[in-house]
């Protein structure tokens, strides 16, 4: 593999390109992700912001109480988020633990969601702690069960400790298996690396190792996607692009819970990263709350005021 | 999918309901508000719309405000103690607080800048620079300058446009704390937030005549430096006019503090944190329109990273949004005056002439008003008048070093020395560099960050003297020196 003629695949060489990168002062960065979220948007481009975040939304359930049943029910709010008004965008992805994957590929193909992607967690999610050779078989049997996207976790105490090459190995093995099939997004859970250097360290990594998609959490840390990981990624996409023409698209998840949250992350990516990231291909907000949320916001603006939650599904 | 492709932003305008703007104003002397003689109008830069007739203080108005500060002075504010003192400037304070938005949507109409800053920087820094001083009120004994610190007597203070308010707590905080009583001017442009102020303090009843402000021209200025009872000076403005009260002062017996112009440097070292360095290039040169004394006016860049930071630079520039400073969205506003603005253009053009690149941000300037784009220059050398001279607008000028030491010294090649940026992720070349700085302010990985404990002044030309903190405090006590 080439790695964009970044690296070489050797440890010499990722830590050489590791270390060329500038530092993040965590002072600076909160500045300017708080400053960013004092934006005000216009209220015709709010109805469009929240049509696109519905598109954006990988719909998430990864609980040790999961059923078909429940995935299921997930499958076809995801489909058609709002019953009662076909004008609103179905969602990315759902977002499963590998054993539902083919539950949520049939139910959505039966139910005309041939359109809407299968996320699966893998790779030992969501610690991550288990051998290479368990993370690689966890891997293909989404892939197998028709997974279209593949969100991973990269070994932490791997990363904290230095061995960069690891990690990086892991990627590169994981993408392996995912092959054309499936999208890879790669999480960090930006909880535990803790600083934003880390982030920075950890998102040029995962580029160059082959991500279609940095992530922020696994949803069970926190805190999650704060505003300033975020800026701290969409930055790291943007240079990506700048030196390799490539754009890597970037997955917020974890604590994004409510239409505001997620038009300050749409501000983020606009001023950041730029408006060709607005977008379902490079931006994903993994969640699930947010999209009830989003739905009756958007109903708020079509009727002038607040619906009772009862008008919208709980699942 | 939505109709439209766009992400756009609203304008957000702040409400102009909540202030009531007079059609024209006299100035406020001991404790009431007495008619003017002659008027000009003061306008809003944003618009040219003209907000109401300002009063050019003469001779007899100063000699009113200058008799009104002696007697509150000699009757009341010197008897009163310390802890009483402390009493009225927390509650000025307080009413200040309460009525933030009021001075914030006042103070943006009448000098241009985002409502953003004024609400967010300017209303609240000010009311915590009173806060601050009301709580050395009753503790000047122990403020390490001697046992029984004195009052000067009467302070004239003559304050500038760019931060009208702001730069009147920094003045009338410290003075009335330390005992004395005020005769202040406003700058001609920015007169409104002072008259505002001096509402404040007949709603905190503060005694008649502790606070004068007399409003006017230049004119007016030379009245109350040259005024034979005053005792001490404070000024905030040009070098230009800092020389002349120093010379006017010099045979006199008053005691004077001068805070004057800048051109400082931004130093950027090769193992900054780029994106932050990029973000505080733009603070400390576009906050407020770059009408900052102490803004980071030359970026002094190590040539190994100047490509990615101007790259980077100008990205962030494109962003930047200038216009309605009513706007909560916008990052710009306008430039003050027209005089200022044509100021702008004349050290511009020469920075063209001269041989230096211009790029400015591409944004659409409003047709009414005065703007000017953001802009900067690379390709400056030392030589350069944009390198030597305080342009005060969103003008930076860009220069390169090649070793740690080169920018230190082309940091240091100024008649100024108010304050400088250090960025670097190196802590042991950050303590390095900013003992070399020969700049009264430092700051390190960030920029334009003010606060009341702080010490604020400059070396060479850019000033005699602090404000602020414990040094501040002194300039306002007779018998103990500063610096």
């Given at each position: 593999m080439s790695f964009?003629?970044?690296?070489?695949?050797?440890?010499?060489?990722?830590?050489?390109?590791?270390?060329?990168?500038?530092?993040?002062?965590?002072?600076?960065?909160?500045?300017?992700?708080?400053?960013?979220?004092?934006?005000?948007?216009?209220?015709?481009?709010?109805?469009?912001?929240?049509?696109?975040?519905?598109?954006?939304?990988?719909?998430t359930t990864l609980e040790g109480a999961d059923t078909p049943g429940k995935v299921k029910a997930l499958c076809t709010k995801a489909v058609r988020p709002d019953p009662t008004d076909s004008s609103v965008p179905s969602v990315g992805a759902v977002c499963v633990y590998n054993d539902m994957v083919k539950i949520a590929r049939t139910h959505l193909d039966l139910i005309g969601g041939q359109h809407v992607g299968v996320a699966a967690v893998s790779t030992a999610f969501p610690s991550g702690r288990a051998s290479m050779e368990v993370k690689i078989q966890d891997t293909k049997d989404a892939v197998d069960a028709g997974a279209s996207e593949i969100d991973m976790v990269i070994d932490r105490g791997a990363f904290l400790s230095g061995r960069y090459i690891e990690v990086f190995d892991e990627i590169v093995k994981i993408r392996e298996v995912c092959g054309t099939q499936a999208h890879l997004k790669v999480i960090f859970e930006t909880g535990e690396l803790v600083t934003y250097d880390n982030v920075r360290k950890a998102s040029f990594l995962a580029m160059a190792a082959g991500a279609d998609f940095?992530?922020?959490?696994?949803?069970?840390?926190?805190?999650?996607?704060?505003?300033?990981?975020?800026?701290?990624?969409l930055e790291a996409v943007r240079d990506f692009y700048a030196m390799t023409q490539v754009r890597i698209g970037v997955k917020p998840a974890g604590g994004i819970r409510n239409t505001k949250d997620a038009i300050k992350q749409l501000v983020l990516v606009n001023e950041t990263a730029g408006p060709e990231w607005l977008k379902p291909s490079l931006f994903r907000i993994g969640a699930s709350a947010l999209l009830n949320d989003l739905l009756m916001q958007r109903m708020k603006m079509d009727d002038g005021y607040y619906a009772s939650p009862q008008y919208v599904t709980i699942d | 999918m939505g109709e439209k492709l766009s992400f756009e932003y609203a304008p957000a305008p702040e409400s102009?309901?909540?202030?009531?703007?007079?059609?024209?104003?006299?100035?406020?002397?001991?404790?009431?508000?007495?008619?003017?003689?002659k008027h000009f109008p003061t306008i809003n830069p944003a618009t040219e719309e003209?907000?109401?007739?300002?009063?050019?203080?003469?001779?007899?108005?100063?000699?009113?405000?200058?008799?009104?500060?002696?007697?509150?002075?000699?009757?009341?504010?010197?008897?009163?103690?310390?802890?009483?003192?402390?009493?009225?400037?927390?509650?000025?304070?307080?009413?200040?607080?309460?009525?933030?938005r009021e001075f914030a949507v006042l103070e943006t109409l009448d000098n241009g800048k985002p409502i953003r800053e004024s609400r967010d920087v300017d209303v609240p820094l000010s009311a915590a620079h009173f806060f601050y001083h009301a709580g050395w009120a009753d503790k000047l004994e122990y403020a390490g300058l001697g046992t029984t610190p004195k009052a000067h007597g009467v302070a004239g203070q003559i304050i500038p446009w760019n931060f009208p308010l702001l730069m009147l707590a920094w003045k009338v905080a410290p003075a009335l704390a330390a005992g004395n009583t005020v005769v202040l001017k406003p700058a001609e442009t920015t007169s409104l937030t002072a008259l505002l102020f001096a509402e404040v303090c007949q709603q905190a009843?503060?005694?008649?005549?502790?606070?004068?402000?007399?409003?006017?021209?230049?004119?007016?200025?030379?009245?109350?430096?040259?005024?034979?009872?005053?005792?001490?000076?404070?000024f905030t403005g040009s070098t230009e006019v800092g020389k002349i009260i120093a010379r006017a002062v010099a045979p006199t017996n008053k005691s004077v503090t001068l805070e004057l112009g800048g051109k400082a440097a931004n130093i950027i070292f090769e193992d900054a944190a780029i994106d932050e360095s990029v973000e505080g290039i733009v603070n400390g040169i576009f906050f407020n329109q770059g009408h900052v004394c102490c803004a980071g006016s030359r970026l002094i860049l190590q040539e190994s990273i100047a490509d990615e930071v101007l790259e980077k630079l100008k990205n962030r520039m494109a962003k930047i949004r200038v216009g309605d400073p009513m706007d909560k969205n916008t990052d710009l506003g306008a430039i003050n005056s027209k005089e200022q603005l044509l100021k702008i253009r004349e050290l511009?053009?020469?920075?063209?002439?001269?041989?230096?690149?211009?790029?400015?941000?591409?944004?659409?300037?409003?047709?009414?008003?005065?703007?000017?784009?953001?802009?900067?220059?690379?390709?400056?050398t030392q030589a350069h008048r944009i390198a030597r001279e305080e342009i005060f607008g969103p003008v930076l000028s860009v220069l390169t070093f090649r070793t740690p030491q080169e920018g230190i010294d082309k940091a240091n090649n100024t008649p100024f020395g108010l304050s400088a940026g250090i960025w670097s992720e190196k802590g042991s070349k950050v303590l390095w560099a900013s003992q070399q700085l020969r700049a009264g302010v430092i700051w390190a990985n960030t920029?334009?960050?003010?606060d009341p404990t702080?010490?604020?002044?400059?070396?060479?030309?850019?000033?005699w003297g602090r404000e602020g903190g414990r040094h501040g405090l002194s300039a306002y006590l007779k018998g103990v020196s500063h610096e």
């Open positions: 964009y003629g970044l690296v070489d695949g050797t440890e010499a060489s990722l830590k050489k390109y590791l270390g060329s990168l500038s530092g993040v002062d965590q002072v600076g960065a909160d500045a300017r992700a708080a400053m960013l979220a004092t934006r005000s948007i216009k209220t015709t481009s709010k109805r469009w912001a929240i049509d696109t975040a519905i598109t954006m939304v990988d719909l940095i992530k922020t959490s696994t949803g069970k840390v926190a805190p999650a996607a704060t505003a300033p990981v975020v800026l701290v990624m | 102009r309901a909540l202030v009531s703007i007079k059609p024209k104003y006299g100035h406020f002397i001991g404790g009431k508000f007495v008619a003017g003689s003209v907000l109401s007739q300002i009063a050019r203080g003469g001779k007899s108005d100063v000699d009113a405000a200058v008799k009104a500060a002696r007697k509150a002075y000699t009757t009341t504010w010197s008897k009163m103690s310390g802890k009483e003192r402390g009493k009225y400037l927390f509650r000025i304070a307080r009413i200040m607080q309460e009525r933030s009843e503060l005694p008649a005549g502790v606070v004068n402000i007399v409003t006017g021209d230049g004119s007016t200025g030379a009245l109350i430096v040259n005024h034979p009872g005053i005792d001490k000076i404070a511009t053009a020469a920075g063209d002439s001269e041989g230096a690149e211009r790029w400015s941000a591409p944004c659409d300037l409003p047709g009414k008003g005065f703007w000017f784009a953001p802009t900067i220059f690379t390709g400056v920029f334009n960050k003010f702080s010490p604020f002044g400059g070396y060479k030309e850019s000033g």
